[in-house]
């Protein structure tokens, strides 16, 4: 599969299979994945569901910049796939699913950690939660002027 | 010249569209653009320290000068994930 279909926005719903297929090689004896999915409540306050959205061009240049770092880091790291749902998502839906390969275990756990970090504050995506009793946009880490 | 500006999330619902076309002096800022943009939407507060502010898909400085048909985004603080 070519490189940049490895890091993708979607309103498809997201199978983790699919995603873990897209680092899969033979030379891999490690996939290490996490699967960030729609929480029932934030504090004392019942969602009813989420609405992401996306800057999709520059998201998808955002993670391929995620995937250079990581590499710099840990040069033993295969393949990365990122892969973030938008639109309406109800409780129990999956957003993001990110997968490491490599050919051992070891660095795929801080590199996974890394990668899912870096997506929630650095990827121009956002969401709004919707509440039964109202709505707001979730501001995560802000942008820092350099 | 013309640049497009890019509307998301809270700014989107604010302005009621997701981007436009807008007119600004040749050789312009990213700050003659806010001054503009403030002219248009007194409310927006495109000036705050937490938006980021992308052109062409790369972020940039308000001091940063704009070209022709350049794609200006305001990025509100992100919550992907």
Redesign the interface.
């Known amino acids: 599969m070519e490189a940049r279909k490895r890091f993708v926005v979607t309103e498809d719903p997201i199978s983790v299979d699919e995603v873990s297929s897209m680092v899969a090689s033979p030379e891999y004896g490690a996939i290490t994945i996490f699967q ?1 999915v729609v929480r029932n409540r934030t504090g004392a306050r019942k969602v009813d569901h989420l609405e ?4 999709t ?3 998808e ?1 955002s993670m391929a910049q995620i995937d250079q770092e990581v590499r710099e880091r840990w040069p033993e790291i295969g393949r990365i796939a990122i892969v ?1 749902r938008v639109g309406r998502l109800n409780v129990g839906e999956t ?2 699913v990110v997968a490491v390969a490599a050919p051992h275990r070891e660095p795929t756990y801080e590199a996974l950690q890394f990668v ?1 970090d870096k ?10 939660e919707v509440w039964e009793d109202g709505e707001a ?7 820092r ?2 | 010249m013309k640049v497009t500006v890019r509307w998301f999330a809270k700014f989107r619902e604010h302005t009621g569209k997701n981007g436009e076309s807008v007119e600004i002096p040749e050789g312009a800022s990213v700050e003659e653009l806010v001054e503009r943009l403030e002219g248009i939407y007194p409310n927006l507060n495109v000036r705050e320290e937490s938006v980021g502010v992308a052109v062409n898909r790369k972020y940039v400085g308000r001091a940063y000068r704009l070209n022709d048909g350049d794609e200006v985004a305001f990025i509100p603080p992100v919550g992907g994930g």
């Open positions: 960030g992401y959205e996306a800057y061009e520059m998201a240049e973030h957003a993001l899912v997506v929630k504050e650095s990827v121009p995506i956002w969401k709004k946009w979730v501001e995560g880490p802000e942008y002027r350099s």
